[in-house]
């Protein structure tokens, strides 16, 4: 790596850490960007030039999540776990990091629906749940217990709507509630959904 590079690198990680050590002790809402410019000991167009905006510094944390848990459920489907209970797993970790963590998790789903397309993409990308389904989907899929008039990609995505969905109506409307009883719930209803059911019996209900 060249020593701009990697001078780019530290500047981006010092900014980063700056920044999620703000948002955890005066919340994500009150920080502001010159207020992490000052922290990083940058200025805030350096600031500016990393993140275009402070919902950006999130998407980065929120990537950094989701690269642990690829490599979480990569193992236990190693180990032969069965994907039905590796994707059940995933949704557990999920909502109890949601739960845990929501003052900084829910700013970051609400990108996804951003109106402005170009920030919207940049949580879609930053945030590939989708993908890490499909991919714990794709065993089903070649055992045939997976329907296959749907693509992966799809069905992965689907559910990954499902979870961030479920977690912003959750912490909006019903905050009381169990997220991983929430969850679990409506996991269970769209998979009914997914899986092969066998055909009825000729003459039966």
Do not use: C
Not at 109 to 135: K, M, T, V
Not at 158 to 172: H, I
């Amino acid at each position: 790596m060249a020593v701009r590079e990697y001078q780019k690198k530290r500047r981006r990680e010092r900014i980063f850490r700056a920044a999620m050590e703000l948002f955890r002790n005066r919340g994500f809402q009150e920080t502001t960007a010159t207020e992490i410019a000052k922290a990083a000991h940058v200025s805030r167009g350096t600031f500016f030039n990393y993140y275009p905006y402070k919902e950006a510094v999130l998407l980065d944390y929120g990537s950094q999540l989701l690269a642990g848990l690829r490599e979480e459920v990569r193992r236990l489907l190693a180990q032969g776990r069965e994907p039905v209970e590796v994707l059940h797993y995933l949704f557990r970790v999920l909502a109890e990091g949601t739960a845990r963590e929501k003052d900084l998790l829910l700013p970051m789903f609400y990108e996804l629906l951003n109106p402005d397309p170009a920030r919207a993409r940049a949580a879609f990308e930053a945030l590939p749940l989708g993908d890490l389904i499909a991919e714990i989907l794709k065993p089903l899929r070649e055992q045939g217990v997976l329907r296959q008039d749907f693509s992966l990609e799809r069905m992965g995505r689907t559910l990954a709507d499902l979870y961030f969905l479920s977690a912003l109506r959750w912490a909006a409307y019903t905050p009381g509630r169990d997220l991983a009883e929430e969850l679990e719930k409506n996991l269970r209803l769209l998979l009914e959904g997914m899986l092969v059911r066998e055909a009825p019996a000729p003459g039966g209900l």
